[in-house]
């Protein structure tokens, strides 16, 4: 009896995924037709706003928020395909999943993502520049998160190198790869050129004219942000062990908060200006008497509170964000002047 109620169980977990996977597209309009299985169909009930059982295109760029746990345990999808019709979503739930990898590249304004019932999840893969609140599934500390690569020949190249950088010379489109950190080459006309066995300045002063300078990784004036940023997997995107101009240029929030396990006084700020889209900023530990955020136009919050000898914040023209001082401080409030 236990064995017929096992195999009941499969037969019908089987087949209700299969209902789960039935996304069709009869015609250039229709995206979901919800008419033909009631379980999923209640995942896209708020989306089908004149109520026709069919999500069509419009009402799909519409969706701001999709939320695919209703249904039970029993409703299972795997396959995520359908989420380029939904280009708009903020707020994602990708419901129960046997899936170990999930892209999601094509929701490039998601802020809210909920990973609960993903309990085989071991990858997900974001647009560029995408942040995300994560919720991950209960007991798992951190899923990888790789972001899409749009260059076809970059991506193929990553399934083999470690590191790709794709750079002009003259008009001419060649390929910076490593291997082995440390040890750079030149990937050009479908094969690589120049072995790995250079240091990325050296290569770039041999192979490369001065009239075509490539600035790739941040130059850092304090070490204890760069560190800071190295630890964030969301900065260092590729985890090259350097951060990129473009990555700096993608990060909406830095914290720069002290751990018991990791303290770094913060000496100075004039990196920031490689951070010109920060809306959240976290100043973590440091002596300075004055904190200069005049580059960070767009800052919407920030936190001082670790900033115990601050007193000058400078911020740009027209910037008032929040502000978060120390608690129980007893000398004065820093200053806030405009520049």
Partial sequence: MKRVALLLTVILTGTL???A???KEPD???IISMKEFSIFSNCFKDIDTNGDGIVDAAEAKAATILVLDRGGRSNIINNYDFLKHFPNLKAFSVGTTTAEVIDLHRLTKLEKLNLTNATFLQKIILAQGCQPEIINPEGKARIDIEYYVEDETVRKLLEEYSYCEKVEQDGDVCYIVSKEYGKYGIWHNGKLEVPCQYELEELRNKYFTVSQPVLIAV?????????FCLRNRKIDADQNGEISIDEAKAVTKLSLM???SFIRNIKSYEDLKYFPNLEYFHAGYTYAETLDLSCLKKLKELDVSDCRMLK???LAKGCKPTIKYPVAY???QAKVVYK
């Fill in 17 to 19: 995924s299969m209902m």
């Fill in 21 to 23: 996977q039935n996304i």
């Fill in 28 to 30: 250039s309009d229709c």
């Fill in 219 to 227: 130059p850092f004036a304090d070490e204890g942000i760069k560190e």
């Fill in 258 to 260: 002290n751990f018991k």
């Fill in 312 to 314: 000058t914040i400078i």
């Fill in 330 to 332: 007893k000398g004065e």
